[in-house]
């Protein structure tokens, strides 16, 4: 499930980032990201399931019982 922009930013600013952080822990531009968080572009499935994965949102198992 991909996050609307309000809960991409939510996120972003509850772990203490800035845009270009997450960006860099994502592996995509900043201007990609501004672009995911303006609602412009939807960020891709992958992208996401990254950034929460290497933020520590989430863990390996949550994103293996999503994938199912």
């Given at each position: 499930m991909q996050?609307?922009?309000d809960t991409l930013r939510t996120t972003r600013n509850g772990l203490g980032?800035?845009?270009a952080?997450?960006?860099?822990?994502?592996?995509?531009?900043l201007r990609a990201w501004?672009?995911?968080e303006s609602g412009e572009r939807a960020i891709p499935a992958?992208?996401?399931?990254?950034?929460r994965l290497l933020s520590g949102i989430t863990t390996l198992k949550q994103l293996r019982r999503e994938i199912r």
């Open positions: 996050p609307r922009p980032l800035t845009q952080q997450a960006a860099r822990l994502a592996l995509v531009s501004v672009k995911y992958p992208t996401w399931a990254l950034f």
